[in-house]
């Protein structure tokens, strides 16, 4: 029946976003540890900030490719960035400086403290958004959060 067929989208739903996460997971970790072995290579002649001004070139053609392409499937033509809050703005330069201090840590440590960082960052981010913004926390939640600390 209906409600069956609702049910059967709803696991596909989920499986799908599973199957997405865990790529994305598994290409972030070759990604990190490529990084690494390019950043730490003695016969490269590119500095960190090449490197970085390197990929940013790669993400603006990417990304200036989709605003382009959502902006002209729109009923009205829309300038980039039109709509953006100032908050918004200070979002998107904060995860500029965020990408820049994973390659710095990468630069002086390893892809293992960047992973365990950005990991103390998650738990960090939610359990402060749960004690300072009545955001959720269930009960899988706090099972894994003192899991990162082993």
């Known amino acids: 029946g209906e409600g069956e067929e609702v049910e059967l989208d709803l696991y596909f739903e989920k499986a799908v976003g599973f ?7 598994t290409l972030s970790g070759f990604a990190s540890i490529y990084f690494e072995k390019v950043i730490k290579a003695t016969n490269e002649r590119l500095s960190i900030w090449d490197r970085n001004f390197q990929l940013a070139v790669y993400s603006i053609v990417f990304y200036g490719g989709l605003i382009w392409w959502e902006g002209s499937r729109a009923s009205l033509p829309r300038a980039p960035g039109q709509g953006w809050s100032g908050l918004s703005l200070l979002v ?7 990408g820049i201090l994973v390659a710095l840590s990468v ?6 403290m960047k992973s365990m960082a950005v990991s103390g960052a998650i738990v960090l ?11 959720p926390m269930t009960l899988p939640m706090a099972v894994g959060y003192p899991l990162f600390f082993f």
Do not use: N, R
């Open 19 to 25: 199957g997405a996460v865990l790529a994305e997971v």
């Open 92 to 98: 998107a330069l904060l995860g500029a400086l965020g």
């Open 107 to 112: 630069k002086h440590t390893d892809s293992i």
């Open 125 to 135: 981010a939610s359990v402060g958004g749960h004690l300072f913004l009545s955001g």
